[in-house]
């Protein structure tokens, strides 16, 4: 059973930086990718990051780039998002998500339907 646990989540002030860490386990498959998704009070799940396990495939949302980073250590099966200048509007429950295999480009990345895993989520504010 795979297994995903978030955590970095916290309270910080506009303009700053936080990072979050999602701990993978009970999976030994050479194929996979994991997403990061967020969710704010009343508001659909987002999609924010995607990173497939070979880091061939690297995507974000159009609200973050250039503001948060997707990385991984594979090693430890943890995949990281370094998210900076963080604005009001990023504040949300942020989830990482486990998509089984992967597609080519990663299409389909966005759609919260491609996964089979989530964690429990992590809650960011970005609040002064």
């Known amino acids: 059973q795979v297994r995903l646990v978030e955590s970095g989540g916290g309270l910080v002030q506009p303009g700053g930086s936080l990072r979050l860490s999602c701990v993978g386990s009970g999976f030994l498959l050479a194929h996979y990718a994991i997403g990061w998704f967020r969710q704010a009070p009343g508001k659909e799940r987002e999609a924010v990051a995607y990173i497939s396990n070979s880091d061939a495939i690297i995507k974000y949302g159009d609200s973050v780039k250039g503001r948060f980073t997707i990385s991984q250590d594979k090693a430890k099966k943890t995949v990281y998002l370094q998210m900076g200048n963080l604005r009001s509007e990023d504040t949300a429950v942020y989830y990482c998500?486990?998509?089984?295999?992967?597609?080519?480009?990663?299409?389909?990345?966005?759609?919260?339907?491609?996964?089979?895993?989530w964690g429990q989520g992590t809650q960011v504010t970005v609040s002064s």
């Open positions: 998500a486990f998509r089984t295999g992967d597609s080519p480009y990663g299409s389909g990345w966005y759609r919260q339907s491609e996964y089979d895993y």
